[in-house]
T-cell receptor, first 116, second 115 residues
């Protein structure tokens, strides 16, 4: 089945540790996104990538890094510089073609990250 | 900067009744897209309905419909014949068309469906 797969579903990070959240899609979408969701807030954009080997910072990129070496993969690394990383992380993707379908993003099931 | 506001943190509706969730937005662009996403307890975001700003006709998807008032910058979601499975967080989102890839989300409305 086509879709967006995020792993792991739950992740625990120790202080000072880097962790990587995986996001894989088999929808042949060009653009991919990472959002962070905190209680009582909407989704905030961390990074997005329109094509392979290119990505841009979103509104809250500090303390995070990404790579886009393959079209189907967009991993997010939460570095030790991110002081408050406990949150729910959502990966999303969209095609860049088509006036109608090209403007809808589709989401993975999300990953919970907790600092211990 | 564009903003999306959902002023109702929580709403309740009796099963089989109708409920309307509010969303307002601020933009200087004339062409854009608006969306409603549902986030059930599983936390996966699911597209409910979308609207292109250039279309005057309100979008409908089965029991879900929108009231799009472009001049008022309002985009409300109406759920008819509410079902227990409709209980979720609902997020309103905006996306421009002028080369931006950013989607702006509201803070969400939690909908409770009472049996």
């Amino acid at each position: 089945d086509g879709g967006i797969t995020q792993s792991p579903k739950y992740l625990f990070r120790k202080e000072g540790q880097n962790v990587t959240l995986s996001c894989e899609q088999n929808l042949n979408h060009d653009a991919m996104y990472w959002y962070r969701q905190d209680p009582g807030q909407g989704l905030r954009l961390i990074y997005y990538s329109q094509i392979v080997n290119d990505f841009q910072k979103g509104d809250i990129a500090e303390g995070y890094s990404v790579s886009r070496e393959k079209k189907e993969s967009f991993p997010l690394t939460v570095t030790s510089a991110q002081k408050n990383p406990t949150a729910f992380y959502l990966c999303a993707s969209k095609t860049t073609g088509g006036l109608y379908s090209g403007n809808t993003i589709y989401f993975g099931e999300g990953s919970w990250l907790t600092v211990v | 900067a564009q903003t999306v506001t959902q002023s109702q943190p929580e709403m309740s509706v009796q099963e089989a009744e109708t409920v309307t969730l509010s969303c307002t937005y601020d933009t200087s662009e004339s062409d854009y897209y608006l969306f409603w996403y549902k986030q059930p307890p599983s936390r996966q975001m699911i597209l409910v309905i979308r609207q292109e700003a250039y279309k005057q006709q309100n979008a409908t998807e089965n029991r879900f419909s929108v009231n799009f008032q472009k001049a008022a910058k309002s985009f409300s979601l109406k759920i008819s014949d509410s079902q227990l499975g409709d209980a979720a967080m609902y997020f309103c989102a905006w996306k421009g068309t002028s080369g931006t890839y950013k989607y702006i989300f509201g803070t969400g409305t939690r909908l409770k469906v009472l049996a």
